[in-house]
């Protein structure tokens, strides 16, 4: 029986296009030839990738045993660790064009199931909150070393440190009205890796120019100096050049999950009660429809138990916590969505 805990107040929140605690994976390359996953070792938090398992949408794969990470006096020895088929004990099926690739671990029970843990995953192509467009070909999917958001490189670095100059790309073309005359001077702005935005202005012309770095981007309408209405997302591709035509009447009005003010209403609110003996409640906000993982984690940073997890829908949520098989102690646990991470401890 658990007759002193303290959950202390802290919330955090991590704006980054990958919704995870750490980045572990650093570069994917998806195409009819390739599947390579490479693993951040300097964050990953295991000796070995014993027990790991890769999934996608359609299928799961086991790593096999024996893969260690440190040496002897447990120095990493090779920063960037690639993951290939001729590891899993047979080949995963998987989407070139739209899929979400999740790495994390997991254990089997009595009747062989296996109960999968998340700790990190890449969503491209046409999926529910993607971060990313699906590569073409010979491209890969990477973290941005100085951006914490993914991006396509038309060069991968699979094994080594990915680039510190991240590869840019343009997106061009001409706002127009629901007449589809050209918009002359006309004040938009561009959104990338969830809550980062720039404001663009066409010229005399109705022309605009976005030369970015090749990431996923949403152009809205400007409302009071933020994004505004959504009007369309665009990925941009690594030396290339994308034409587009925008009209600025076409958008939609429902919030986008990469607008700023919708982060106002992302929470995870104070347990109750706190202190408490046997159990507690745990409540959450979703400002839109998501994915989502709420996990406890003990001082040490190793997860406890993951208490809700799955597609949920936008609004408010409780969860109540039975912690008696648990010593006191102070215990941290963590939100996870599509918008970011928020944290309690």
Not at 184 to 210: E, K, Q
Request: net charge negative; hydrophobic share 35%; glycine share 6%.
């Amino acid at each position: 029986m658990i007759t002193s805990v303290f959950i202390f107040l802290m919330i955090q929140l991590k704006l980054q296009s990958n919704p995870v605690i750490a980045p572990f994976i650093s570069e994917l390359k998806v195409d009819s030839a390739d599947f390579v996953l490479e693993i951040n070792a300097e964050y990953f938090f295991r000796n070995s990738f014993d027990g790991c398992y890769i999934t996608s949408l359609c299928d799961t794969v086991a790593i096999d045993s024996g893969i260690v990470l440190v040496d002897s006096s447990l120095n990493i020895i090779d920063d960037y660790v690639t993951l290939t088929p001729n590891v899993f004990n047979k080949d995963l099926q998987f989407n070139t064009q739209s899929d979400v690739i999740s790495f994390g671990g997991g254990s089997t029970d009595e009747n062989n199931q296996l109960h999968f843990d998340s700790w990190d995953q890449i969503r491209y192509g046409k999926v529910d909150a993607p971060y990313i467009d699906a590569p073409r070909a010979q491209h890969s999917i990477c973290m941005s070393v100085n951006n914490n958001l993914y991006y396509l490189d038309e060069s991968p670095t699979l094994g080594q440190k990915n680039d510190d100059d991240e590869p840019t790309g343009c997106l061009h073309g001409y706002i127009v009205d629901s007449s589809e005359a050209v918009q002359p001077n006309f004040s938009f702005m561009y959104v990338y890796g969830h809550t980062r935005y720039a404001t663009v202005t066409t010229d005399a012309n109705g022309y605009f120019c976005i030369d970015f770095m090749a990431v996923l981007v949403s152009l809205h309408l400007m409302e009071d100096g933020h994004p505004g209405p959504f009007l369309r997302s665009q990925q941009i591709y690594p030396g290339d050049t994308m034409r587009v035509e925008v009209n600025k009447d076409h958008f939609t009005g429902m919030p986008n999950s990469r607008e700023p003010h919708v982060l106002q209403d992302f929470r995870l609110e104070q347990n109750y009660p706190n202190p408490f003996n046997n159990q507690t409640v745990i409540s959450y906000y979703l400002p839109l429809s998501d994915f989502i993982e709420l996990s406890v984690f003990d001082i040490a940073g190793h997860k406890i138990e993951t208490l809700d997890s799955g597609y949920k829908k936008r609004g408010r949520h409780q969860i109540q916590w039975k912690a008696d098989r648990y010593a006191s102690g102070v215990y941290v646990y963590h939100l996870v969505t599509s918008l970011g991470m928020l944290s309690q401890k």
